[in-house]
């Protein structure tokens, strides 16, 4: 949307009778409400505001198909788009600029803060009195608990506010800190853009006011089953240890350097070390016993915080194998991340010794191989997928995977899609598999030789059934070794297109060529398999940092990021 000079329009719509509100995406220059009800009916009703703070939590980021119906992971190097014509090829062609970004979530990001602030600005002035003032005990208890609830909603979108700098930050950089709503009075021009260290210290500021208010349970009772969906202290100290581990990371610490230099910083992988350190020993979380019991798993010991969406079958209409009724293809995952899974020795495919055999390509991986993609003659959804050139899933079918791979991860299986059967998704937003290798990074980088660094990487390993980490391994070795296990550990979580910018390496990761597989079928049982080119993709310097939104800088006199 285009908005001229000096010239703000936006609304954000109250839907009361809706859990969820709707808001309209103009940027942090959205200034006034049109509903049916006035800002100070809506802020003077507990049970309105009660409405509007869990309508907030909307606006936290979920990965199943947002951008034009496709996965980031379309975007990087462990998936390609069925769809050609798709918003997300714009990444991988390289023709995205500041007029049309398909990840741009400038304004979406500051229509939440916005929002956050105007919260926060009325909360006080939620009218309890036919509570307060009368003295029967039931009435007194129903007092004390919704002051206590208001109190608790403060903090929790303290928490959304620090999250949407934290989603803004990790995109364009520097950006403006807004702590208060805008009004028609104001002169938005004046606004400036805040240093990358001052948005990093506003939000971990914020994370530690909201830990220290916020309790480890998100309710009044131990082992709620809706935690995951709720900010707690452990959510606010895992946004911390986040926010902290791409504050010490190469291109964070020197973001207008866009080459492959990396320099480092001990005293930040410290402070990100020990952040990662205090989520662990609060002692609430814990690993999944499987793998593949993490995803649509809303009571996951392991989510920290987790985004949940009602029944739908949406995503699965957008990534069944083609073969299957409905199915449309969509997000499938690409020979390149295939070949980064370990045998179950714990040795790289590419490793003579590891026992791999390319006319046997599945045999003997790491199990999250199977557990994350469909692969030829797998058996699934009542019958064994035909990826082969020919067969019911593969090359020469419209629309079939040009990989030779469709998505298992987070796909719901065995629903009948003729019938519109629909189930619930929950998306991963913290869990503590990243809280480990958070902190194995961030102390192999200022203490290479402390023992914790092969223990964390290797409870995550463990639990996938791979084997311990080789011992004696270099500060390098144990780097890469880190780089892989979050590579496979969290593929299709939104983590590997963010990860190889933070790294600086995404100019040789999202800039190399992507690959299939081609299959040809003997008989039923046996199979030729040939690795294959798929896609040539291009990354220039400057795409380490999104470009500012060209409508911003027509109102303001910011400067444009690097090179854009």
Known sequence: MMIMKYKVKSTIILLIASIFFVGCNDGYLDRRIDSRLSKEQVFSSYDYVTQFVVGTYSWLPNGFDRIDGAMLASASDEAEHTWDGSEIQKFNYGSWTPYSNP?????????????????LENIDN????????????????EYNRRVADLKRWKYEMRFLRAYFYFELVKRYGAVPIIEKTLSIEDDFSNITRNSIPECIDFIVAECD?????????PGREPNDPNASGRITKGAAMALKS????????????EPDNLTDQKPSDPIKWKKAADAAKDVIELGVYSLSPTYSGIFNNYGSPELILAYRHGNSNRFERANYPIGYEQGQSGTTPTQNLVNAYEMLNGKSINDPGSGYDPQNPYQNRDPRLLQTVIVNNSQWNGRKVELWTGGRDGKGKDQASKTGYYLKKYVIENLDLLQNRTAAHTWALFRLAEIYLNYAEALNEYDPTNPDIAKYVNLVRNRAGMPNLPDGLTQEQMRERIIHERRVEFAFEEHRFWDVRRWKIAASVLG?????MEIT?????????????VENRVFMNKMYWYPIPQNELIKTDWDQNPDW
């Open 103 to 119: 990840d741009d979530q400038w304004n979406r990001l500051f229509s939440g803060i916005r929002r956050v602030n105007l919260l």
């Open 126 to 141: 939620v009218n309890l009195d036919s509570y307060k003032l009368n003295p029967l005990p039931d009435m007194q208890a």
């Open 209 to 217: 006011s909201v830990a220290t208010i916020l309790n480890v349970y």
């Open 242 to 253: 986040r926010t902290l581990l791409i504050a010490a990371s190469p291109l964070f610490l």
């Open 512 to 516: 190399s060529p992507i690959t299939g």
């Open 521 to 533: 079928r003997i008989d039923d049982n046996h199979f030729q398999f040939q690795e294959v080119p």
